[in-house]
């Protein structure tokens, strides 16, 4: 991360009272915290020594404390947000000298581990079995994506992709002789096919969900009746005939209530008119284009075609790894032994399984630890749930007013399980 210039108002610290009449020396001590961007008023810095010492810093990470001479220990942690990721920074600086009647200036600088603010929540994508038992209705996708923090997350540029080739148990040609991908050591993740993008910036409340449907945005419980209804003005949706993906019976115009606002736009590389995201096992992940927008960056002649073999069938585009901000490798159940990674393990590490046809979905699991530490939820959450290894129902505790903290390791074997009907169902 770029180092970033410390300038601004000063904080005052808290700390221990002195004994009444007692005479004490105090000097001032500036701590300013670097090698971390963004607004930094929720990181803590805390000096110990004899005494405690403790206040948040400014936006611009720095504050002053007044406090009584001696050796001090300087430490900070907190977190904060950029473009829709989470940051936790932490760093800690010792021997730091106070004398009275002087300021000291003091440098922490910070170490940081990065997780993403939004999180895909839940994949529906595997179908449902149609009313009269002949077969599965498989034009309902949809995926949910969750603000994971207590903090409004505004997202520009959000896009959608998944990764080559469509299937996990498909004959996987992108492996080298030990194994590993081909284009890991790129660093770059292919999408194939295409990509789909919000119109505009994305803006996600706090604990708090967006659903996108990937196909069929209509009320199709008219039709089928464990299906989803996605007839709803706050959802969004994968609809855009101008790119090419005009396939009827995976874009039926979508419902009149969800605004023209909430339509994705895509781009189309391959020759398929719909984007075929897999009803069995895709890599579905979500992105930030980074200096440049998601329109420019779809035109791009820089391409990777899947298997090598170069043909419009298999192009696919390149998308940074360090523009992706969740992902999850969904493997068949029945076919997990034949299955292979499309996503690096700095993506997802694991897989989880789907049964598809019946309705089921894959949901995120709960972070009991997190969740349970929130003080607003005493009374709320809802347990006995036994496909959740939390034994949270996070779904009921919602309705019951609690905030969920959704388990975020990069890894969807401990991230996920399979659910039995979609959320929306509900």
């Known amino acids: 991360m770029m180092m970033m210039a410390v300038v601004g108002l000063c904080l005052t610290a808290c700390g221990d009272d002195d004994p009444a009449g007692s005479p004490v020396s105090s000097g001032t001590v500036i701590v300013s915290l670097t090698g971390v961007t963004g607004d930094m008023s929720n990181i803590e810095i805390t000096l110990r020594g ?26 900070a942690s907190g977190t904060y947000t950029l473009n829709g990721t989470i940051y936790k920074a932490s760093g800690n600086i010792g021997q730091v000298t106070v004398q009275a009647n002087q300021t000291t200036n003091v440098t922490i600088e910070m170490k940081e581990a990065k997780t993403s603010q939004v999180i895909i929540k839940e994949l529906y994508n595997g179908g449902c079995p149609k009313d009269e038992g002949t077969g599965a209705f498989n034009n309902d996708k949809c995926v949910i994506l969750y603000n994971n923090s207590s903090q409004v997350a505004t997202l520009d540029n959000l896009c959608i992709a998944f990764a080559a080739p469509y299937n996990g148990q498909a004959n996987n040609k992108n492996l080298t002789e030990d194994g590993k991908l081909n284009y890991e050591a790129e660093g770059f993740i292919p999408a194939f096919g295409g990509m789909w993008w919000f119109q505009g910036s994305l803006t996600i409340q706090p604990y708090t969900q967006v659903v996108v449907n990937i196909t069929g ?103 940074k790894n360090s523009w992706i901000l969740d992902g999850i490798e969904v493997f068949q159940s029945t076919s997990i032994e ?81 659910r039995e009907k979609c959320s929306l169902r509900n």
């Open 50 to 75: 004899t005494s405690t010492f403790t206040s948040k810093a400014n936006a611009e990470g720095k504050a002053s404390f007044n406090v009584t001479t001696g050796i001090y220990e300087a430490s």
């Open 217 to 319: 945005a209509i009320d199709n419980t008219k039709t089928y009746s464990q299906s989803v209804n996605y007839a709803n003005a706050d959802y969004y949706c994968m609809y855009d005939p101008e790119s090419g993906f005009k396939n009827s019976s995976s874009y039926p115009t979508p419902a009149d209530v969800i605004p023209t606002s909430h339509h994705l736009k895509a781009k189309n590389i391959g020759i398929a008119n719909a984007w075929a995201l897999s009803n069995t096992s895709p890599a579905l992940y979500i992105f930030q284009t980074q200096g440049t927008t998601p329109a420019n960056f779809a035109e791009s002649t820089d391409k990777w075609y899947d298997g090598g073999s170069v043909s419009d069938i298999n192009a696919c585009l390149k998308v």
């Open 338 to 418: 034949s299955s292979t990674k499309r996503l690096t393990s700095d993506i997802d590490a694991g897989y989880v399984g789907l049964t598809n046809k019946l309705g089921h979905t894959l949901y995120r699991n709960v972070d009991k630890t997190a969740t349970e530490a929130l003080p607003e939820n005493a009374g709320k959450l809802v347990t006995g749930y036994s496909k959740d290894p939390s034994g949270i129902d996070a779904e009921a505790s919602i309705k019951r007013g609690a905030h969920i903290i959704y388990k975020d390791t990069n890894n969807s074997t401990d991230d996920f399980h399979e």
